[in-house]
Nanobody
Framework: QVQLQESGPDLVKPSQTLSLTCTVS??????????WSWIRQPPGKGLEWMGA???????YYNPSLKSHTSISRDTSKNQFSLQVSSVTPEDTAVYYC?????????WGQGTQVTVSS
């Protein structure tokens, strides 16, 4: 069974870049027709899909976030990462990584990131 674990800072200053990493175990990020996604949930709001990287390295982004969001991967470490540039307090959220291989879905436990000076 695929397991995911998010890691990264829990506090980021406004205008800086938020960087998170998702470490995957129990499966390879380069095989199996998986989509590896980042989703966030701001306080009091619903889930927001930010983007994904496919098993072959193709990337897909939420159009509303694409201009300052980047997803990449490190196949040697079986990790994929999220970067959000020029963050504002509106980027404060619980950030989740997720693996999808229809109909299977696996979630990380989530990590709280606060944007504040």
């Amino acid at each position: 069974q695929v397991q995911l674990q998010e890691s990264g800072p829990d506090l980021v200053k406004p205008s800086q870049t938020l960087s998170l990493t998702c470490t995957v175990s129990g499966g390879s990020i380069t095989t199996g027709n998986y989509y590896w996604s980042w989703i966030r949930q701001p306080p009091g709001k619903g889930l927001e899909w930010m983007g994904a990287i496919r098993y072959d390295g193709s990337t897909y982004y939420n159009p509303s976030l694409k201009s300052h969001t980047s997803i990449s991967r490190d196949t040697s470490k079986n990790q994929f990462s999220l970067q959000v540039s020029s963050v504002t307090p509106e980027d404060t959220a619980v950030y989740y990584c997720r693996a999808t291989q229809f109909p299977l879905v696996y979630w990380g436990q989530g990590t709280q990131v606060t944007v504040s000076s």
